[in-house]
């Protein structure tokens, strides 16, 4: 899949020297664990150790200078639709805030606002909880001629919101646990240290990944295969329950690359869905460049679906972003723009749109409490 590891481009000596630091911590925690380290853990610290990970030190990430470019990125249009769907749900709600979950350049939040701004009939408060300081910060520049109608949250809000929670991209980018399974065993699959550099290694059976992985199976209705290889993300279902205890009434929309569980888990499917971007290149090697690269694994939305049911909210949509953005609207928005823009634009939202593009893989799930909405166009609900 996707480019031969060693045609990447070098790093700079700057961020070769960065990389080397975090692959020296990871090691020391490799060592303090007796020689191994679960995969989420190694996640965890090659995306979020404090001012060495990929999304907390100071690389360019997102965009044409970056790694990878979202959709918001790369049209101001995808978050007008957004802005549209969301002022849908929240005609009904007296003082509707907005929360948007890692909020990457701000680009998103700057597309919704000027929507909204283009309206006047509602006017939300927007909230953004990032955990990385360097994206705030970049976020907070973006956004400045906003003032205070934009607020930065340390955590979740204690006493809930009336509106609209968003998280485009963000599911991908939790940590999620690898494991295989042999006989009638699953094993996690982690990080040893090979002198010096990282390679894949079996770990000890973990009882909880055991427990998550059996309940797994009995929801596709067979075990899978011996030697089958996959992630699971263990803690989504506490992350959804903290979102869905911050919401008093609105709706939870995620948007992300991702499928149903049965497509996820399929036979065929047998080495997982683990992605690394670097420079706009695509491939599956974890290790290249710790903190230097950026590193996710698709979404299982029959589990975020799951979650949300749990955590007392009720699944209000799933379908396409090809879906979600035609029906949305996004032609008629597009033929309202002046040329050469409307070229540009039409440009960026084939890729949004075209089944080998974003279209079909990158799906939006729309859970509620309190509110009642279906999402524009097919709804594959029934497929969860
Ligand atoms: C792939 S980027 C997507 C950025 C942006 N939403 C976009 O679409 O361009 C992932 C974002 O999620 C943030 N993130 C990671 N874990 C998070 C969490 N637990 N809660 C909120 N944001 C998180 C990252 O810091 C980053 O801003």
């Not at 400045?144 to 204690?158: F, I, N, S, T």
Request: with cysteine; proline share 5%.
């Amino acid at each position: 899949m996707g480019d031969r590891i060693d045609s990447l481009p070098s790093p700079s000596a700057d961020a070769a020297a960065l990389s080397e630091r975090l692959a020296a911590r990871v090691r020391a925690e490799i060592s303090a664990h007796g020689g191994w380290l679960s995969f989420d853990r190694y996640m965890e610290l090659v995306l979020y150790s404090p001012g060495l990970g990929y999304y907390s030190a100071g690389s360019v990430k997102l965009g044409s200078a970056g790694d990878f470019v979202t959709a918001p990125e790369l049209s101001d249009l995808f978050g007008h639709v957004l802005a549209a769907e969301i002022g849908r749900r929240i005609a009904t709600v007296e003082q509707p805030t907005i929360l948007e979950l890692g909020a990457g350049t701000g680009r998103l939040a700057r597309s919704m606002l000027a929507a909204f701004d283009a309206r006047d009939d509602v006017a939300p408060t927007y909230q953004i909880l990032e955990p990385s300081g360097d994206l705030r910060q970049r976020q907070q520049q973006a956004l400045a001629e906003y003032g205070d109608r934009v607020q930065w949250l340390e955590q979740l809000p204690g006493g809930g919101i009336d509106g609209v929670v968003v998280a485009n991209e963000v599911v991908d980018a939790l940590p999620a646990a690898v494991f295989v399974k042999r006989r009638d065993a699953v094993l996690p699959l982690g990080v040893r240290d090979d002198n010096g550099t990282f390679a894949w290694a079996e770990g000890p059976s973990d009882a909880r990944l055991s427990e998550a992985v059996g309940a797994l199976e009995q929801r596709l209705g067979a075990p899978l295969p011996d030697g089958y290889r996959s992630e699971i993300r263990l803690q989504l279902p506490a992350w959804i329950a903290g979102i869905a205890s911050a919401l008093n009434r609105g709706s939870v929309l995620a948007i992300d690359y991702g499928m149903t569980r049965h497509d996820y888990y399929r036979i065929e499917r047998s080495g997982g869905t683990l992605m690394c971007h670097y420079r706009h290149r695509a491939h599956d090697d974890p290790f290249v460049y710790p903190g230097l690269q950026d590193l996710s694994a698709w979404v299982d939305f029959s589990a975020c679906a799951d979650a949300g049911t749990m955590a007392g909210l009720m699944i209000d949509g799933f379908t396409t972003q090809a879906q979600f953005l035609l029906h949305g609207g996004i032609v008629s928005a597009l033929a309202g723009l002046d040329e050469p823009v409307r070229t540009t634009q039409a440009n960026a939202i084939k890729r949004l749109m075209l089944p080998g593009e974003m279209g079909e893989r990158f799906k939006l799930l729309a859970m509620s409490r309190g509110l009642e909405c279906e999402l524009p166009g097919r709804d594959f609900r029934d497929r969860l």
